[in-house]
């Protein structure tokens, strides 16, 4: 692939990429109830704010929506690249420009969730066994502590780790995808930093499955 036409191509599914990640369904679903969710609750656009919102229906319903808008651009690149060895790092690519228009979509003045959904779905196209121990992190420390803000971090942290445990044989030529992963993870954390401040306070807000 030349140089050009590979630059085109990436800078194509980063825009592709953000405006189908700029779709947010818990905002669009709220709509349907007459309200806007980051009116509601902890203000966050994302499915567990929908849950404690309008209850678990919205909150589930939401998580599909994300998984799925999620998933579009990133089977799209993963066919666009099937044939090159990095199609992984392009993918993971794919999902940071993804997340960031989750978190900062363009149709609803930049404001939106946390990308938790959308990272989860990143894991799971990159390697299964990502997404296995992320999501098996995330349930645990919600389990013990019932703190979603802490399980959403440790999970996405996770994603690198597991993948340089992963590609130990060969992380000289795997090394960029994990470098995506980490790149995921240090959002995550970024967009979680006032739960980690309140974490640290202890004044973070413990989950509960029902509706407030």
Not at 41 to 66: E, K, V
Not at 186 to 209: D, Q, S, Y
Request: proline share 2%.
């Amino acid at each position: 692939m030349k140089v050009f036409t590979f630059v085109c191509i990436v800078i194509a599914v980063g825009i592709v990429s953000y405006l189908i990640g700029s779709i947010n369904c818990s905002i669009l679903i709220s709509r349907i109830f007459n309200k806007d969710v980051r009116n509601s609750g902890s203000g966050n656009a994302g499915a567990t704010n929908m849950l404690r919102t309008f209850g678990p229906a919205a909150g589930i319903i939401t998580m599909l929506g994300d998984f799925l808008k999620t998933l579009i651009p990133l089977l799209l690149t993963r066919y666009i690249f099937r044939n090159e060895d990095y199609w992984q790092s392009m993918v993971a690519f794919s999902g940071f420009c993804c997340s960031m228009g989750h978190a900062f979509p363009i149709y609803f003045g930049f404001r939106g969730g946390k990308a938790v959904t959308v990272v989860a779905m990143v894991l799971f196209v990159v390697d299964w066994r990502c997404f296995v121990v992320g999501v098996t992190i995330f349930v645990l420390t919600i389990a013990l502590t019932r703190y979603v803000s802490l399980g959403s971090i440790l999970g996405a942290f996770s994603g690198p780790v597991t993948m340089l445990v992963i590609t130990y044989r060969d992380f000289s030529e795997r090394w960029p995808v994990s470098l995506c992963l980490l790149a995921l993870a240090v959002m995550i954390l970024i967009l979680h930093w006032e739960n980690v401040k309140r974490l640290m306070n202890g004044t973070e807000r413990k989950f509960k499955f029902k509706k407030d």
